[in-house]
Nanobody, 127 residues
Framework: QVQLVESGGGSVQAGGSLRLSCAVSGRTFSSAIMAWFRQVPGKEREFVAAIAWGGGSTKYGDSVKGRLTISRDKAKNTVYLQMNSLKPEDTAEYYC????????????????????WGQGTQVTVSS
């Protein structure tokens, strides 16, 4: 069983920055994938970024490339999402998720591939 707790959300003006954190507890397997998704009311959950817990390879959604950076600190069991040059369209509830596996399947952008989810943290970007 894996538990995830997000923090770091808040309100910021366009062009500003935030850093989200996701504290991971429980056993994570060698090929686990840690991901960030976001969702606004009435829309589907959108893939933001993901990182391989073991090797560190990353993948980003097209709308955030060059502005958001995912990283992980294995010693602290924490995944981060550094968000720069924020836009009003980045406003959403942000969720941390884990695909916990010891077999490498690559990085999925499909939320149904992720079995464990945090409670979410709100990010609001004003123009």
């Amino acid at each position: 069983q894996v538990q995830l707790v997000e923090s770091g959300g808040g309100s910021v003006q366009a062009g500003g920055s935030l850093r989200l954190s996701c504290a991971v507890s429980g056993r994570t397997f060698s090929s686990a994938i840690m991901a960030w998704f976001r969702q606004v009311p009435g829309k589907e959950r959108e893939f933001v970024a993901a990182i391989a817990w073991g090797g560190g390879s990353t993948k980003y959604g097209d709308s955030v490339k060059g502005r958001l950076t995912i990283s992980r600190d294995k010693a602290k069991n924490t995944v981060y999402l550094q968000m720069n040059s924020l836009k009003p369209e980045d406003t959403a509830e942000y969720y941390c998720a884990v695909r916990n596996t010891d077999i490498w399947y690559g990085i999925s952008v499909d939320p149904s591939s992720y079995a464990y989810w945090g409670q979410g943290t709100q990010v609001t970007v004003s123009s």
